[in-house]
């Protein structure tokens, strides 16, 4: 059920405002954990061998700012919305740095890639509503920005 519904959580963020792209999933050749070339013979990645990449990334105990950062910034920039699992591990990263700037940073650039699907951004936040507790970090909506 739970992989079903992973699913079905990407397939939502696959929708154009065109209608809807092929469900394969789109990426660039490059990303800040593992650079890779474009080759028709490429293997191509799983979902989950892609979300355990970036939960790799995040859960690295040495990450610095920069990298954080970077990681983050090449994450938004695919044609998806992360799921919870790799936005719990770059929250965490987020804690171990004390950068609460780039925590909530995270989940503004998630609710803005979620676009026009007004139910992914509660979802997510409902999943990670642990995680936030145990890192006392607030959300935009509790801090009031993101009427801003």
Known sequence: SSIHC???FRAVF????????????S?????APLASRCYSHAKVETDEEFDARWVT?????????WELRKGVNTLIGYDLVPEPKILDSALRAC??????ASAIRILEAVKNKAGPHKDIY??????????????GISTPEELGIDKL
């Open 27 to 31: 990426r660039p050749c490059y990303s």
């Open 6 to 8: 992973g699913t079905m």
């Open 122 to 135: 509660p979802y997510v936040i409902q999943e990670l509503k642990p995680t936030l507790t145990e890192l």
């Open 14 to 25: 696959r929708l154009s405002a065109t209608g809807a792209r092929s469900l394969a999933r």
């Open 95 to 100: 804690r171990r740095l004390n950068d609460l």
């Open 57 to 65: 990334y995040f859960s690295k105990p040495d990450i610095d700012a």
